[in-house]
């Protein structure tokens, strides 16, 4: 993908992405939600695609949330069955050859059938040394259940009090060498985080967009890439400060 008006010295490192809007797509065309959800899962594709081409690192996308196992039953068992099922043989397949690294965050618990952890397990180990973008598939995942788990990693080491710190805490969330998202995008025209990644995006920058994520393409991730460039990111510096740290 052509670069043109895009800054490649400036490229965020780590892209997180919302893919919210499946629903109301479906909708529109007078078709069930499911259907919404096929059509997002092609656009996780090309997604992926594009960020492997932009020479973004790693993109990690939130598939399914704690809280999304109280919908409608068909449309779970959808998701996991038809969806979840996609991803984890033809698409992992196409994402091996583009050279992508698979990975998965959330919670193993009972919810999470046992063969969709089998096939998570040997999709990671599949493409665990592919250089292109990293992947990271956000499911079963809750950010206050993933600080949750990392508060009881360290009290099952048995750290004291003085032992707790950021970096600590840092140690025992789901995938730790991660770095953080410079650049957080939720689709569909909502404003919110919805739990997601709650420690990790303290300092990533935010855009919204209005398409809902099953039209989502390359052209998106191209202009939520512009607007996080014209953005100044100052880490609680002040401007001036900011400036002079900046190496060059
Ligand atoms: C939000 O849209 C989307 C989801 C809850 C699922 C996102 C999943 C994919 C794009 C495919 C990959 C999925 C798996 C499980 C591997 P919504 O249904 O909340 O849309 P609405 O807000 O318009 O109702």
């Given at each position: 993908m052509d670069?043109?008006?895009?800054?490649?010295?400036?490229?965020?490192?780590?892209?997180?992405?919302?893919?919210?809007?499946?629903?109301?797509?479906?909708?529109?065309?007078?078709?069930?939600?499911?259907?919404?959800?096929?059509?997002?899962?092609?656009?996780?594709?090309?997604?992926?695609?594009?960020?492997?081409?932009?020479?973004?690192?790693?993109?990690?996308?939130?598939?399914?949330?704690?809280?999304?196992?109280?919908?409608?039953?068909?449309?779970?068992?959808?998701?996991?069955?038809?969806?979840?099922?996609?991803?984890?043989?033809r698409r992992r397949d196409q994402l091996h050859e583009l050279g992508v690294?698979?990975?998965?965050?959330?919670?193993?618990?009972?919810?999470?059938p046992k063969w969709v952890l089998r096939r998570m397990d040997e999709t990671a180990q599949l493409t665990r040394h592919n250089k292109a973008t990293t992947v990271t598939v956000a499911f079963n995942y809750g950010g206050r259940a993933e600080i949750v788990d990392a508060v009881r990693g360290l009290v099952a080491e048995g750290a004291r009090p003085d032992q707790v710190d950021e970096r600590a805490l840092r140690r025992h969330m789901y995938l730790p060498d991660m770095p953080d998202p410079d650049l957080f995008i939720r689709t569909s025209g909502e404003y919110r985080i919805s739990n997601f990644l709650l420690w990790e995006i303290a300092y990533s920058e935010l855009v919204f967009l209005d398409v809902l994520w099953p039209d989502f393409r390359g052209e998106h991730l191209r202009e939520a890439v512009r607007e996080y460039q014209r953005r100044e990111r100052r880490f609680g510096l002040t401007g001036e400060q900011h400036g002079e740290a900046l190496p060059g």
């Open positions: 670069l043109d008006d895009l800054d490649p010295k400036r490229m965020p490192r780590h892209v997180a992405c919302v893919m919210d809007g499946n629903g109301r797509w479906a909708k529109k065309r007078g078709l069930p939600r499911t259907e919404g959800h096929r059509a997002g899962e092609e656009a996780l594709f090309e997604t992926a695609k594009a960020a492997v081409e932009l020479g973004i690192e790693w993109l990690t996308v939130y598939a399914f949330s704690t809280e999304n196992w109280r919908r409608p039953h068909d449309e779970v068992r959808f998701l996991i069955n038809v969806i979840a099922d996609d991803l984890l043989t690294r698979i990975r998965f965050a959330g919670r193993r618990d009972w919810r999470v």
